[in-house]
Nanobody
Framework: QLQLVESGGGLVQPGGSLRLSCAAS????????IGWFRQAPGKEREGVSC????????VYLDSVKGRFTISRDSAAKAAYLQMNNLRPEDTGVYYC???????????????????WGQGTQVTVSS
């Protein structure tokens, strides 16, 4: 069974950092594009970042550019989202998602992905 499991969320003060991890089981993540999404209370889910299967293409939501960095480690069967200089508006449940895609590029549209994790809560508050 193909599963994604997120970890690394928590409570952090504004300006702080967190590193989210997305671990795969049942598949290797090779040839899969990875996306990170978030959903704040009362708001729609939004795409935060994505990375192509080979790691050459990365896309970021404008509001996180320069603060978040997406990466992947094929050997570890994992993807990561390093989040620095966090703001209260970054609060939400963060999800990782995967889709098999061997062409370069990735999408921050949720409908493009067919495997999802259960999410990890990120709360930015003083």
């Amino acid at each position: 069974q193909l599963q994604l499991v997120e970890s690394g969320g928590g409570l952090v003060q504004p300006g702080g950092s967190l590193r989210l991890s997305c671990a795969a089981s049942g598949f290797t993540l090779d040839e899969y594009a990875i996306g990170w999404f978030r959903q704040a209370p009362g708001k729609e889910r939004e795409g935060v970042s994505c990375i192509s299967w080979y790691g050459l293409s990365k896309v970021y939501l404008d509001s996180v550019k320069g603060r978040f960095t997406i990466s992947r480690d094929s050997a570890a069967k994992a993807a990561y989202l390093q989040m620095n200089n966090l703001r209260p508006e970054d609060t939400g449940v963060y999800y990782c998602a995967a889709v098999r895609r061997t062409s370069d590029g990735c999408s921050t549209a949720g409908r493009s992905y067919n495997y999802w994790g259960q999410g990890t809560q990120v709360t930015v508050s003083s």
